[in-house]
């Protein structure tokens, strides 16, 4: 669960200087521009892989010598490997749904699965299952399916060095806040495992994974639905303005709401029972783990068309707003929650984290959103009518 955070916040680092605005920027080139400004982008992910990599070196060497956690000392020098071919394969899902090629993301996203879960079920059953052992599959699977999508969409890349410096430049404008964002949502969501840690060892750590891992069944449609929305809303900005996009954002809100509503509401009633089947009778008792949990997952995917929003409209500062109200959480309630009522206690932190980050998310989008209107209206007036 530790290594999954860090894999989270390198991918969300990824997310914010790289993929995003990629999303945001393709839907307005044409293709020969759109392949020189791909070929840049897959420069700066080199850049960012090597800068990774190097980041877990140092920490592995760092822990090894202050610390005797031999495990976490493991993960850490395993992901230090991998963590460019898991990078590199959200580089190809990314790359592909910004090109409106999601039938080559699917693709790509099933050989990835058949070799990972494949390989995980044989590691199981000779007894050779491991934290380490498992990111090893997983970036293997990544790895070996993304270069061969590489290979595969050659065509799609071209490459200047004059372009580097202007494309670097228009990405930092836009995802300067983004990677601020990525920081604030590490700090409100993603530390609670490691304060779960410090303050009730690993055992509770693994209950908090366990309860989760129930909720992940969500996630193909939570996920599914965000690789869509990403350039269906930036395409929709470009065709139709602040209030087309304001109209998507709605629908694809009530979309959301709807279906993750009745997943709740199955978690709620249903949760304690399928965590005891899938894990076993010591994980009996955590319910309301689940409970907690699947609200909190339920007020977050409201927020997601929001972020979707947001970046379409290049309103990036917006989005790390929300994430630093949600931030404030942790430090002083979330903490507090965890230390007294361990996992259930961190359940309750992102819970709190959501609400307060959605809430005023949509506070400000819709200030945003009437300002837009206003300007539109005023500038569609006739010149005697502005008189």
Not at 30 to 56: A, K, P
Not at 171 to 184: C, D, E, G, M, Q
Not at 319 to 336: D, H, N, Q, R, Y
Request: proline residues 3%; positive net charge; glycine residues 10%.
């Amino acid at each position: 669960m530790l290594g999954f955070t860090i894999m989270l916040f390198a991918n969300g680092v990824q997310q914010s200087l790289i993929l995003s605005p990629y999303i945001v920027f393709s839907a307005r080139r044409n293709d020969h521009e759109l392949r020189l400004y791909t070929g840049s982008s897959l420069m700066f992910h080199v850049g960012l892989c090597v800068l990774t990599t190097l980041c877990l070196v140092i920490a592995a060497a760092v822990l090894a010598f202050i610390s005797g956690s031999e495990r976490l000392g493991a993960i850490l020098w395993v992901l230090s490997a991998v963590m460019p071919l898991i990078l590199l394969r959200e580089f190809a899902r990314q790359v592909s749904f910004g090109r409106l090629e999601a039938g080559l993301a699917l693709l790509l996203d099933c050989c990835v699965f058949l070799v990972q879960f494949g390989g995980l079920l044989l590691l199981a059953h000779f007894g050779a299952l491991s934290s380490s052992r498992a990111y090893w599959l997983i970036g293997g699977a990544c790895g070996v399916t993304s270069l061969v999508w590489l290979f595969w969409s050659r065509h799609a890349f071209a490459f200047s060095l004059d372009q580097l410096v202007p494309d670097l430049q228009k990405n930092w404008r836009l995802a300067r806040w983004l990677v601020a964002s990525s920081v604030a949502f590490a700090g409100s969501s993603q530390m609670y495992p490691w304060i779960l840690t410090a303050f009730h060892g690993a055992a509770a750590t693994g209950i908090f994974a366990a309860c989760r891992g129930v909720l992940f069944s969500a996630n193909p449609f939570l996920l599914g639905l965000q690789n869509f929305l990403g350039p269906k809303f930036a395409h929709e900005v470009h065709k139709n303005g602040s209030d087309g996009l304001y109209r998507a954002t709605v629908r694809a809100v009530l979309v959301i709401a709807a279906v993750m509503g009745v997943f709740c509401l199955v978690m709620l009633l249903f949760g304690g029972s399928i965590l005891k089947i899938v894990y076993g009778e010591k994980y009996a008792g955590y319910g309301v783990v689940i409970a907690v949990l699947a609200l909190a997952q339920l007020v977050s995917a409201v927020n997601a068309p929001l972020t979707s929003s947001l970046m379409a409209m290049e309103r990036t500062d917006v989005e790390f707003k929300c994430s630093l109200a949600a931030m404030v959480v942790m430090p002083t309630i979330g903490m507090w929650l965890v230390k007294f009522y361990g996992p259930l206690g961190a359940g309750y932190g992102l819970l709190a984290g959501a609400v307060a980050s959605t809430a005023y998310g949509w506070i400000l989008f819709n200030r945003q959103h009437r300002v837009d209107s206003t300007s539109s209206n005023a500038n569609a007036l006739p010149v005697g009518d502005e008189l």
